[in-house]
């Protein structure tokens, strides 16, 4: 009985050694990654008027929506939509009625927000239907 239990030892060692010295042939390959920057501001039509851009959220065809602050108060603050092409959108250049602010986009074009209404944020839910610039 004490070779037995021996042999069994000395089998699991040599399992334990050998599997430590084995090639990690199947190991990954390093990992590549590219990203891009997304400037914080953009210059609207107007000479004068320069957007303040605080992204919120993205989604996976890379469309990007967040708040817009006019630095010189030239327009009312809103939200933004960045599409993947890099051309910037504004809401409150489309709905001056509301100042719309996005905080976020599904992959099917609707967006959540809100709006300042009696100085409180009212939610909203825009399906890509009714969201129309």
């Not at 006019?70 to 051309?87: K, Y």
Request: charged letters at 10%.
């Amino acid at each position: 009985m004490r070779h037995s239990l021996f042999s069994r030892v000395r089998l699991c060692a040599v399992i334990t050694i050998s599997c430590g010295l084995i090639p990690t042939a199947r190991a990954q390959a390093p990992a590549s990654c590219s990203f891009q920057t997304l400037p914080l501001t953009h210059q609207t039509s107007s000479p004068l008027d320069v957007e303040s851009l605080t992204p919120f959220a993205m989604n996976d065809f890379l469309t990007i929506v967040g708040d817009s602050h006019s630095v010189n108060n030239a327009r009312p603050d809103g939200g933004f939509i960045r599409w993947p092409n890099g051309s910037v959108q504004l809401t409150s250049k489309y709905q001056s009625t509301v100042a719309l602010h996005l905080v976020g986009r599904n992959n099917n074009g609707a967006m959540v927000g809100w709006f300042p209404y009696k100085n409180q944020q009212n939610p909203v839910d825009l399906p890509p239907e009714n969201w129309t610039i």
